[in-house]
């Protein structure tokens, strides 16, 4: 008796310990190829030196073999001014990735509407200020928990805990739309 109380008590420690509630950032993209990834269009994608990158061809996109539904994602991006890209989270349809089956999160600076550029969701969350990304790495940072997604770009918080339900779990999307588009990193962590 005293055995098992002992070893129950030792595993509530063990789950419910903070330590164990967050689980650690992992690489989506690995770096030197397009291993879990499916590709959508013809767009001139190469890697190189550790780094992705796409300078023409038509719109088209990377998609993770995995889905996700609450989770944190950081990537590592370079961008043209003229550049038009963007993560794409929670695609529901890896066959056809659109703003009506996934949330389009910007990288845009030129785009015609500013409400939705770089930082912002399509649809879902506008931009107040558009941050400066072109010619530069950079950091985006998303969190995408229940129906609230935050997003932030070289630490200024771009979307504030705006709020949507139409897709609760889905693949992961990188975009390439125009100019020189580079990721050199891409991790995520379930939440």
Not at 44 to 57: K, P, V
Not at 79 to 89: C, K, R, T, Y
Not at 134 to 146: H, Q, S, T, V, Y
Not at 168 to 186: D, N
Request: glycine share 10%; aromatic share 10%; net charge positive.
């Amino acid at each position: 008796m005293h055995r098992r109380s002992v070893i129950f008590g030792l595993a509530a420690l063990t789950l419910t310990s903070p330590a164990f509630a967050k689980s650690p950032w992992r690489p989506l993209w690995n770096g030197h190829s397009l291993d879990g990834w499916t590709r959508l269009g013809d767009a001139a994608w190469t890697i190189a030196d550790g780094i992705l990158a796409c300078d023409h061809g038509p719109i088209s996109y990377l998609v993770s073999n995995e889905e996700f539904g609450d989770f944190r994602l950081r990537a590592e991006f370079w961008v043209s001014d003229n550049a038009n890209s963007g993560l794409f989270i929670r695609c529901t349809n890896p066959a056809e990735v659109t703003v009506t089956n996934s949330y389009e999160v910007n990288i845009f600076e030129q785009r015609p509407d500013q409400s939705y550029a770089t930082g912002g969701i399509v649809g879902v969350a506008k931009v107040a200020k558009v941050p400066k990304t072109g010619g530069r790495w950079n950091l985006m940072e998303i969190k995408a928990e229940g129906d609230r997604f935050t997003v932030h770009v070289n630490g200024q918080r771009t979307v504030d805990n705006a709020q949507d339900a139409k897709h609760p779990r889905g693949r992961i999307t990188l975009q390439y739309g125009a100019g020189v588009v580079k990721f050199r990193s891409v991790k995520v962590r379930a939440i």
